[in-house]
């Protein structure tokens, strides 16, 4: 594909896709719950398409209504399968490691004797999911690895648990902690939770759990940082309306940023969890004018970003990448730090995004955890997007800013936005 630079400045008002994390966690909180909940503004994406697919095999009924809702008739805690069954989650890490905790707590509380192999795209095969199989296996699961150890595909098996106390390390991902959450009310007992190697009291995606878990008629007890209490409960159904995906509009933000241009998205507004909204204040700090509206924030771009600053990325390492493109439009160097875990995201993303600026003639120091980048006039160049829709997103903004680019394999964006090159030509 090839991404011609913007000619022009816009001022544009945009409705953007639904929060994958949001859309995920309700969908999966309402198959496991008592009656029928709706989902609206439900992200269409290959991840959000692998969580249906992976819910249906386990024998969830759900029908789409609509342009963008889903109505799904809850399990109330037992899938309605009788016979050992193979699921498929794609590559969606967060629909993967959901998934196993609730498989795990499922077939704890039933009586059923039942074995359900747990598969996964290539991509995953190269993500680990020791932590999360270790923290279940400590707790009496029956899990055996199917391949290679510490990695997909599984063998889940029933088993009754009765644990008291589950320690789980949120140091790879805050998605293996949310995981243990959304699963304990599903076991028979009291259990008291213990995060390590990551403050959960403060982490937007744990919050983000445990909010979503609230929504659908489930309570805990916080007992000091990091310690949770959760009892046995049942998962109700609920009306859930998905904010829109702020790691997606930030894209656009980023864009209206290069191109000193408004834009203005909706369903969005400053008492999110979403993480992505942290990235707003990097982008102000560039220079950017940033509103907060009532149910929408608007964003100005300068006429100049500002540069010469350090930043810790770690909870909004998804827009790690677009800030190094970013960076290469400033008026000084930026440096990103505490990033070293998209390393081994869907592509090594420190890597990737520093290899394709180099090739455009950008000067860029790479590092374990970050990256140095040093701003200057980017070269028209072909860039492999590493089948990495974080890249490719992040790089179609190089192009937007500046002599354009070529992307190879651009249809890796429907990971998460399908319609992502359809939302920029919006703005030519």
Not at 269 to 286: C, E, H, R, S, Y
Not at 309 to 326: G, H, N, Q, S
């Amino acid at each position: 594909m090839i991404i011609e630079p913007i000619k022009k400045r816009f001022n544009k008002v945009m409705n953007m896709p639904g929060s994958k994390s949001l859309t995920v966690r309700a969908l999966l909180l309402a198959s496991i719950a008592f009656g029928r909940s709706k989902i609206h503004n439900v992200l269409e994406s290959d991840d959000t398409n692998d969580c249906l697919f992976a819910l249906k095999c386990l024998g969830i009924n759900i029908e789409k209504q609509g342009d963008d809702a889903c109505v799904v008739d809850g399990c109330g805690g037992d899938f309605k399968i009788k016979n050992n069954i193979n699921i498929f989650v794609g590559n969606s890490g967060i629909t993967a490691r959901f998934l196993l905790g609730i498989i795990v707590g499922v077939l704890a509380r039933s009586h059923k004797e039942i074995s359900i192999v747990m598969d996964c795209g290539a991509q995953m095969k190269n993500r680990t999911i020791k932590p999360l199989v270790d923290s279940l296996l400590n707790i009496g699961a029956k899990i055996e690895y199917l391949e290679k150890d510490g990695f997909f595909p599984l063998l889940v098996k029933s088993n009754q648990l009765n644990p008291s106390k589950i320690c789980v390390s949120g140091a790879i991902s805050s998605q293996y902690v949310s995981s243990v959450l959304m699963m304990a009310p599903l076991l028979n007992n009291d259990v008291n939770i213990e995060v390590t190697d990551i403050d959960a009291e403060n982490h937007p995606y744990i919050k983000m759990a445990l909010k979503t878990m609230n929504d659908f008629g489930v309570d805990y007890l916080e007992i000091s940082k990091n310690h949770y209490k959760i009892s046995p409960q049942s998962y109700k159904s609920n009306d859930f309306i998905v904010e829109t995906d702020f790691n997606t509009a930030n894209y656009f933000f980023s864009i209206a940023a290069v191109a000193n241009s408004q834009v203005e998205i909706v369903n969005l507004n400053k008492n999110t969890l979403q993480p992505g909204i942290l990235f707003l204040d990097v982008l102000a700090k560039m220079g950017c004018d940033v509103k907060y509206n009532a149910n929408s924030i608007t964003l100005i771009g300068p006429k100049k970003l500002k540069g010469g600053f350090k930043v810790d990325m770690f909870e909004m390492a998804e827009m790690a990448t677009t800030l190094a493109v970013l960076a290469v439009f400033a008026d000084a160097p930026i440096e990103i730090t505490g990033i070293s875990h998209i390393r081994n995201h869907e592509s090594d993303r420190i890597k990737a995004i520093a290899t394709e600026l180099k090739l455009a003639g950008i000067d860029v120091v790479e590092f374990d955890d970050g990256l140095i980048v040093n701003p200057n006039i980017p070269n028209r160049t072909s860039a492999d997007t590493y089948d990495d829709h974080r890249i490719a997103m992040s790089l179609a903004i190089l192009g937007l800013g500046a002599n354009g680019i070529e992307l190879k394999n651009p249809s890796c964006v429907s990971k998460t936005c399908p319609d992502f090159f359809d939302y920029v030509s919006m703005l030519l």
